[in-house]
């Protein structure tokens, strides 16, 4: 029944037949199937329907994309996410670059610690974190004691309630993403610096490079593919911030700190929006795939 | 072109100097939060004593441990299997499975929590364990199915030919042979999918949207936020106390989150 010259590359005993692999990957496939590809196609079949949620649904075609794409509110909500993004991603991975390059050279003392306290942030629930925060952007909190302290030494007065200013709140936001990500591209780049071979580093030190050129020309082409995972991770974890939004800012003051995640919760369930929710979320789902997509070509295309 | 050259001392100054200030950057927050919830200096467990009693922490962290353990334990077992079938057994067709699971990895919560909601509404399974706990398995084992498939590619070929020899079946070499080897990737899916499930939020938020007897730890703190607004000490207290087990863990496995949650980007 079976081809006989896979047998020997399968590990399969005699006497079972090769689709018996199937039965063992069955209950894994039924689940994931009905519970995350089945919503994913109802969602995509939901984003077809203007839809409350109660009455019947009508026909819509593809207007919930058009209105993603078009409408003012949401249209700052994508563009909200991009830049978070400089938050979430490039800041971090600028920041860790700069550690890295200084660690690079050098040897130093007590890494391991190091390493452990700037990978924490990633493993406490970001509900944890969002409620922390929100106490060290608070009127009284630590963000505005320092900076009291520092008005009375004869600076300005810059304390004020971050997360309810329409200017600051997505930058503040956006900095906690940056605190969170910083220790995730570091220890990305601590491991792949160790990689990179000392000759190459001694070899730039006989022509007399600096750190600065040492660092262009040895680390980080060295680092290529470090880089590429910290932004698959970091980009995703951009647009994957729910918990953050809904804990700190609810997308408020205003519009200013709207994001897509938010934005799929808050249609479907405060304005009864609920096709366009599942446009949103499905765009959110195709922007995720293209973007991570696009970052692992990027990191193999240039000469893997 | 500027050469920036430093003597060997001031660039060993400069670089621990870069490290310090970037290192309390990154703790002071956590100091912060600590000291508001201990009310150091002094030491007080009296917030949260409080914060435990008033916020529910108890029912909630209970529940958390059920549906945490009951997600981890199916999708371990599902992961396992599906990882074995795709990485050894090889039937036909497994070249797309693999794909169709790594597709997974890329899906956001946001993306299938309303339908969701809508469907398991309809089958009566809203505000039960067993709501949040199915989407959790599937999205668990979404990783889990590639994480083992990559850990049996790996195992050597000798050893299940030596198995097949002896006339074990598949099954017997799955379980008596292979798995025992497999400790160390099979803790690391699970720590992974542990944190994953514990600290999972938007799912349970809607999921769990009536019954308080059933909310997760994350979504208890989230409604304790909602009703002590400005009483730091014992909302920092509450982080602190949903955070704890993942982080207990974390401090005494640490390479193994760290090595899973880079590795689970990589492709091959």
Known sequence: MTPAKDDSRSGRPPGEPRSIGWLYVLPALLVYAAFLLWPLVRGFWFSLYEWDGISTGTWAGLSNYTKTLTDPSLRGAFGHALI????????PCLIAFVLVGAVSRTRIRGLAFFRTVLFLPQVVAMVAVAVAWQWVYSPDGPVNSVLRGLHRLGLPDWSRGWLGDFTFAL???????????IGLAMVLFLAGVQKIPRELYEAARIDGAGPVREFLAVTLPGLRRELAVALTLTVAAALRNFDLIFVTTKGGPGEETKVPAYEVYNRAFNTGEVGLACAIGITLAALIFLLTAGISRLAEGRGA | MTRLVMTGRQELVLNHAILVVFAVIAVFPLVAVVAQAFQLPGFDLSTFREAWREGHFATYMRNSLIVTAATVAAATVLSIMAGYALGVLAPRGSGVLFLLFLAGLTIPTEAVVIPLYFDLR???LDNTYAGVILPQIAQSVAFGTFWMRAYFRACPRSLIEAARMDGASSWT???????????????????LTSMWTWNEFLLPLVILNSDEGLRTAPLGLSFFQGAHQTDYAQLMAGALIIAAPIVAVYVFLQRRFIAGMLSGAIKE
Do not use: D
């Open chain 1, 171 to 181: 930058p503040a936001v956006g900095l906690i993403g940056t605190w969170v990500e």
């Open chain 2, 173 to 191: 070499t799955l379980w008596r042979v292979l798995v025992p080897m497999g400790g160390p990737a099979i803790l690391t899916m699970v720590l």
């Open chain 1, 84 to 91: 978070l993004i400089v938050f979430y991603a490039v800041i």
């Open chain 2, 122 to 124: 309809s089958l009566n």
